[in-house]
């Protein structure tokens, strides 16, 4: 690539990590839906529809593509949305030896790759139906472009407004972290490399958008956007920053101690040069990190925009602290590559006695939600008349197994384990990927008249019955389902842990 001045090694070592970012996730991928997004992106596949929350807004319109691409075949949407996590993963581990390599040098390269390679939230994205999983990809070529655009004039603005423009079409709420560092490179740009740059982006973003809004009815998607903007509530959480603490170490690792070690070496080292690479960092991490810490944190994907750029800079600090030592530097990236390995592959609960946690980063707890998740759709397809069955859930895996069990009638009631007032009146009903969802103040529901069986499918909450009689069935992985009989026209109520005749 003559863009990033790669030479043969290069492109070997790129090919290399590509097929190894390949063959360290295929054969791990999860078998059944593991968190809400992954069965609307799946089916997002088959009939794209922001109306209908297939996929979540604001939509990922690239990233659906490629998983349609990829359906043609395979003909299983599941399977062609984990194929894109796949692909992208062997795609990021390359991009960020070229990021590494043009902004530091090819050993940074190589460390950030590894780190990438290795560590959990990666790899836990690479494995399972996310959107965040492309992010590295753009995000790291992006920085690597504007660095050489900024610090060694290098025509970058057909290539910066082209991964701009892809990004957007990744993630389109990206662009509120992309964009500040992204102006900057273009006020920087001369008059040709602007007009480059324009044309790029222009061009690469009518390539999506326009097709975007035919198949969404023409100016209805920018007036969902707008009408559905989340009003966070500006302020210091917590809880907050217990994720973000959490993403740190399930990216970086032991890494991050070696960054935290090269800033004070760097302190006393203050130049013209640095002071530009401070600016170019902190427009990369300052406004993803800051919607994090003030706004709102949900988990590592959600701050994947300044872990990236932390990875590259945490890769530069172990290669600055020990490139007097090659032995060394070896013996702590092995050491680095190792326990982010084992913190993403230890069972913490070879029992099965913990819940299940959605986004939870540990390979184990996706095997165990295809051990219960699966078992649990095995059995009801074999037991149960999908004609005269109701499915009673909660949010947890209602969308997973709506996902899977798309025949079934099934009603995910959240009273039954919230008393949050925010969330204990939302209530979903689906039937062949058709979705309903709405409040109801009211905690009761009458039986449809072809029901005969109701099944509560959520072994996490004790859930009483009361004025029913039920049958618990054990299942794979400790889990269970309650076989409770009913019949048409019956009024059933429920309420925190509890359902029932009251």
Known sequence: MKLFSLNNRDHKLIVLLFFTGIITRFPLIEKMQSHWDGSLFSMAVVNYTIEKNTPPLPGSPLYIAFGKFF?????????AILLVSVLFSGLSAAAFYIAGKAIYNSKTGIISSLIFLSCSTFYYFGITPYSFVILPFFWVLIGAAIYLLIF???PMGIFIGLMYAFGLGVRPQEGLFLTPMVLYSFLLMNNKEKKNFSISFILTFLAWFIPLMFVEGGFSYPKMILSHIPNYPIGFHQQDYELIVKGFFLTLGFSGFFLLHYIRYLRGKISDNLRKKTIFFSLWILPNFLFNAILVSVHAGYQMGYLIALVLLCANAIHKTFNRN?????????????????????????KFQKNYRPSSFHYTDIRKNDIKLGGKVDYIRKNYNPITTLIITTSTLWSPYMYHLKEYR?????????TNPRF??????SYNWEVREYNLKNKFFKVPPNIKTLIIVDDEYKTELIGLMGKKYRLPGNSFIVE??????ERISYGFHKIGKF
């Open 484 to 489: 409770i009989p009913v019949l048409g026209g």
């Open 410 to 418: 099934q009603y995910s009631l959240e009273a039954i384990f919230t």
């Open 326 to 350: 090659i032995v060394l530097l070896k013996l702590v990236v092995l050491f680095i590559v190792v326990t982010n390995l084992i913190v993403f592959f230890w069972d913490r609960d070879p």
């Open 424 to 429: 204990i009146d939302e209530r979903r009903d």
């Open 152 to 154: 060694k004039n290098k």
């Open 71 to 79: 359906n043609y075949f395979v003909n299983d949407p599941h399977i």
